[in-house]
């Protein structure tokens, strides 16, 4: 790796240790104006690496999820040069609930393209990283997806219906649900409740399959950097599911993704769907 992802590996590892773990179990939730949830756990996380990147990196604001809106769009204006993208506590309706998917999510935008990455797992002691043209890593170890333990690139020959698909229904349009389970679509369906650690699953070959419908930046930020070099193809999409998507944004985000190119093509072909790019 290189010293600016060991020194952001070792700061989250610590401020999971001291902020999020300690209160799993027992946190107490409020409910922001989307109806979406909020802990303490959040807010100290964002304190915390705020203070602590400001330190190590002066001169390089960080946008959170944690912040209104009039400020993450003021402080993504300044992504043309730099600004980190956090997300303190991806997962947090499942930590609340006592469900072990929750991660932090930390981005480096620079001019506009996700540089690094790093998604902590501390339920798994599991840390993925990436650095923009060098390389994935999961705890330090070469990231390549893998099928049935066999490292690299899947054969073109890999149908649909061999593979785990991690889908979040809850973010698709109701009326497109039904096609989505038609014959031959995919073995079995699953959905992690954490974007982050979606993305970083698929890279790391657990699911072979993806679809998110509403996805935001924070969200998707450092995961999809380590998708990428871990080399994953995707799409992103407005959430019509036709428009390809210009990043970084604020707006939601539709995401298609597979194991290989040939399989995105068929997983595309397959959805056919009213968001489908033709």
């Known amino acids: 790796m290189n010293p600016e992802l060991d020194f952001l590996t070792?700061?989250?590892?610590?401020?999971?240790?001291?902020?999020?773990?300690?209160?799993?179990?027992?946190a107490r939730t409020e409910?922001?104006?989307?109806?979406?949830l909020v802990t303490a756990t959040d807010l100290a996380v964002q304190t915390r690496?705020?203070?602590?990147?400001?330190?190590?990196?002066?001169?390089?604001?960080?946008?959170g999820e944690e912040m209104s809106g009039t400020e993450q769009a003021r402080l993504l204006a300044a992504a043309d040069q730099r600004v980190w993208v956090l997300d303190p506590l991806d997962g947090t309706s499942n930590y609340a609930l006592g469900f072990p998917g929750f991660a932090i999510s930390?981005?480096?935008?620079e001019q506009g393209r996700t540089v690094l990455g790093i998604v902590f797992d501390p339920v798994r002691d599991e840390c993925f990283t990436a650095a923009r043209g060098l390389g994935a890593w999961l705890n330090g170890e070469p990231l390549r997806p893998?099928?049935?333990?066999?490292?690299?690139?899947?054969?073109?020959?890999?149908?649909l219906s061999d593979c785990l698909a991690m889908i979040d229904l809850k973010r698709l349009p109701p009326a497109a649900l039904p096609a989505l389970f038609r014959?031959?679509?995919?073995?079995?369906?699953?959905?992690?409740?954490s974007v982050a650690l979606d993305w970083c699953w698929l890279a790391a070959g657990r699911f072979q399959l993806y679809l998110h419908g509403n996805q935001r930046l924070w969200d998707y930020a450092a995961g999809r950097l380590i998708a990428d070099e871990a080399g994953v193809p995707s799409r992103h999409y407005?959430?019509?599911?036709?428009?390809?998507?210009?990043?970084?944004?604020l707006e939601p985000r539709l995401a298609v993704a597979a194991m290989s190119d040939a399989l995105l093509e068929r997983w595309l072909a397959f959805l056919d769907l009213p968001w489908r790019a033709h």
């Open 183 to 193: 014959p031959g679509g995919f073995r079995s369906q699953r959905n992690l409740g």
């Open 49 to 63: 690496l705020v203070a602590a990147l400001d330190r190590a990196f002066p001169g390089i604001p960080l946008l």
């Open 10 to 26: 070792a700061l989250l590892r610590d401020i999971a240790a001291t902020e999020i773990m300690p209160r799993f179990h027992c």
């Open 238 to 249: 407005q959430t019509d599911g036709v428009t390809p998507a210009r990043e970084p944004s």
């Open 106 to 109: 930390l981005a480096l935008i």
């Open 31 to 36: 409910r922001k104006a989307d109806g979406s």
């Open 146 to 159: 893998v099928l049935n333990g066999q490292p690299g690139t899947l054969g073109s020959d890999l149908e």
